[in-house]
């Protein structure tokens, strides 16, 4: 019991850790958007998303290379999808006017390819099971790095099209922005939030043999919500100042880049990593029914509202409560 509490302890002092590396990310990106002059959209979905996207990519890094749970690391990428989904938005509607415009941009653009890149991840993973099946018990299969190609060149379509976003774009660039300063501070912020996350990852592998359960399932908590606190941050902020577009934009793209890039990354730095196909589908499929959710909210009347905000939010306690249970035994969905 004291060891669980201790461990808990340490993801609390980590998620703080990333939570002030956030905060330096957030203000730096936020003057590298206006010093480059970019559209909202585009800094949301690429500039802010892809920097406070870095704790999930080295999440699967330091899992992988260093604590040998490729697995973890890609249950806290599937659990910080669910809570980007379920918790940011919901999270921002509550803290800002009480709802969010959402705008055919984002809803027919960022939302469709966040949807491509689901189904991407999981048909890269589908295709190891089959082409590269490795023996023992269940479904696995190995992901080599011409697999881990696909889903990212799918990812230099998705910014191609920011790319081409912005060469439309007709808003100036800030010349009063020290560039220089705003990259510093962004990459100590990326330092600080490297630390934190070595320390999540430690806490789920910690967790998961104290209970006996795969430590992936903890990722999906620990390391998923601990390494969204950037993406929260950005998001709220975003919310808080009238830029609604920023906010989602941020959520949707964070999402991409830890599909399309974070995983296959793990995989093209490490070489050929295992995947258990019956432990990859449950976590992937609650992701989908996330996704359905997310995308009829926001379609509906292009509008997020406060009783949506609330169904987001139980949503994604049940997501929880589903997982406690697998990990005490509960339920047995996710083989172990």
């Known amino acids: 019991m004291i060891d669980v509490i201790g461990l808990l302890g340490l993801a609390v002092v980590a998620t703080a850790v ?15 958007a206006a010093g480059y002059g970019v559209p909202a959209v585009v800094q949301g979905a690429i500039i802010a998303a892809a920097g406070s996207s870095m704790p999930e990519l080295v999440s699967v890094l330091l899992a992988t290379l260093l604590h040998g749970e490729f697995e973890l690391g890609v249950g806290a990428i599937v659990g910080s999808a669910v809570f980007n989904l379920l918790v940011i938005p919901a999270a921002a509607v509550l803290a800002g006017g009480g709802q969010m415009s959402t705008g055919r941009d984002l809803v027919y653009k960022e939302a469709l390819f966040y949807m491509l ?13 089959i082409y590269n099946p490795l023996a023992g018990a ?27 976003d912005t060469t439309e774009h007709e808003g100036s660039a ?46 999906m908590i620990v390391v998923a ?36 890039v974070a995983v296959p990354v793990g995989v093209l730095v490490a070489g050929t990593l295992a995947i258990t196909f019956e432990h990859i589908v449950p976590m992937m499929g609650f992701l989908i029914l996330a996704t359905i959710v997310f995308f009829t909210v926001v379609r509906t009347e292009m509008l997020l509202s406060r009783q949506e905000a609330w169904l987001l939010l139980v949503l994604y306690s049940l997501f929880v409560l589903w997982l406690v249970a697998e990990s005490i035994g509960m339920t047995n969905v996710v083989p172990t």
């Open 18 to 32: 990333v939570w002030k590396g956030s905060t330096w990310l957030e203000d730096s990106a936020n003057r590298l």
């Open 117 to 129: 890149a689901v189904a991407a991840l999981l048909l890269t993973f589908s295709l190891a099971v």
């Open 138 to 164: 269940g479904l696995q299969g190995a992901v080599t790095r011409p697999l881990a190609l696909f889903p990212l060149l799918l990812y230099g379509l998705y910014v191609f099209t920011q790319y081409l």
């Open 174 to 219: 800030d010349d009063t922005v020290d560039l220089v300063s705003a990259w510093l501070w962004f990459g100590l912020g990326l330092v600080v939030i490297i630390v934190g996350v070595e320390g999540l990852v430690r806490s789920a592998i910690g967790l998961g043999e104290a209970f006996g359960t795969p430590a992936f399932l903890w990722g």
């Open 225 to 260: 919500a601990g390494s969204s606190v950037p993406d929260a941050f950005v998001s709220i902020a975003a919310a808080r100042s009238d830029r609604p577009s920023v906010s989602l934009a941020n959520v949707l793209g964070s999402n991409v880049f830890d599909l399309l």
